[in-house]
Nanobody, 122 residues
Framework: QVQLVESGGGSVQVGGSLKLSCAASGDTTIRYCLGWFRQTPGKEREGVAGIDRDGSKTYADSVKGRFTISKDNAKNALYLQMNNLKPDDTAMYYC????????????????WGHGTQVTVSS
């Protein structure tokens, strides 16, 4: 089990950038999939990006080319660099972890942070 704490959210104008961080504690996440999800009130939580235990990365089509997921095993940390932000990116962003390989189904993740809000305005 890991405990996850997100940070780095905030308000930004269209076209701006933010970098989200997720600090993990407890178990090492080296052999975990680490993922970012986002959710808007009234909508289902959706997968944004994931990085699995061998470093393979996946992205939702809506963010491909704009967002970059990375991790630092030594720091037990996960990051999401978000560039060219759009109003549709406005959401609460969560990091999550599960043993093994990644999935875009949030039900397959064991551990979650409490979220960090990203608001993109025009």
């Amino acid at each position: 089990q890991v405990q996850l704490v997100e940070s780095g959210g905030g308000s930004v104008q269209v076209g701006g950038s933010l970098k989200l961080s997720c600090a993990a504690s407890g178990d090492t996440t080296i052999r975990y999939c680490l993922g970012w999800f986002r959710q808007t009130p009234g909508k289902e939580r959706e997968g944004v990006a994931g990085i699995d235990r061998d470093g393979s990365k996946t992205y939702a089509d809506s963010v491909k080319g704009r967002f970059t997921i990375s991790k630092d095993n030594a720091k037990n940390a996960l990051y999401l660099q978000m560039n060219n932000l759009k109003p549709d990116d406005t959401a609460m962003y969560y990091c999550a972890a599960r043993p093994g390989y990644c999935s875009n189904d949030p039900k397959r993740y064991n551990d979650w942070g409490h979220g960090t809000q990203v608001t993109v305005s025009s």
